[in-house]
């Protein structure tokens, strides 16, 4: 996902990196990571506010397509907070500003969709949302292993077939994996079983609240 702040401020640890999210700041997420995060506000008045979009790999790749020649910004290593440009936030605008244009929406929406993406591919976060578009890129390499463990998290991790799905040797996938996710694996593994239990809680209240409403129909 493509994450802008518009109001209060954020701080988000992956792996190990701690990052702090400021208005008008944006933040490129290529892959699920397991992160912890906390918002902040300047109280009710003033609450936190911030807008996502949903990254399309066809949409990135196609826009790509038509960019020869357009510079763009090297990218530094792991993940970063950028400053959002004034055409990048009048970009937004417009895009927010449809929400109120039903009728204009469905034309208008994708353009405005691409020119948000076009903004940050030629940004300091541009190499972000290449690599969710290109098929040889380090994330497309390890997204398969990525989305066993996710799916498989409280199993035991056993590199050799993680690598194996990859198509890399384990030493390759190990070095590729913490590119990527800026974690080691079993660190990954442990964020996201933490996570989960996190969310346990939650999940029971909400299913405490579906059984009252039974009772009730």
């Not at 357009?70 to 605008?93: K, Q, R, Y």
Request: glycine share 6%; net charge positive.
């Amino acid at each position: 996902m493509l994450h802008l702040v518009l109001q209060g401020s954020k701080r988000l640890s992956i792996g190990d990196q701690n990052l702090r999210f400021d208005e008008a700041t944006y933040f490129v997420v290529p892959v699920h990571v397991p992160a912890t995060g906390e918002v902040q506000s300047e109280g009710t008045s003033q609450p936190y506010l911030a807008v996502s979009l949903k990254l399309d790999p066809t949409i990135i790749a196609n826009l790509m397509a038509e960019m020869h020649g357009v510079g763009t910004t090297p990218n530094p290593t792991g993940f970063t907070v950028s400053t959002a440009t004034p055409e990048l936030i009048d970009a937004w605008l417009r895009m927010m500003r449809l929400i109120d244009r039903p009728n204009e929406a469905p034309i208008l929406a994708a353009m405005t969709e691409r020119e948000i993406l076009f903004r940050v591919l030629i940004g300091p976060q541009g190499d972000k949302l290449r690599e969710v578009a290109c098929a040889d890129s380090r994330l497309a390499q390890v997204r398969p292993a990525i989305d066993w463990i996710r799916d498989n998290f409280a199993e035991t991790i056993h590199s050799e077939p993680l690598a194996g799905m990859t198509g890399m040797s384990v030493a390759a996938f190990y070095r590729h994996f913490k590119a990527v996710t800026s974690m080691a694996l079993i660190q990954y593994q442990k964020r996201l079983r933490l996570l989960k239990a996190r969310r346990l809680p939650a999940v029971r209240n909400a299913r405490r609240c579906q059984d009252r409403l039974r009772r009730w129909l």
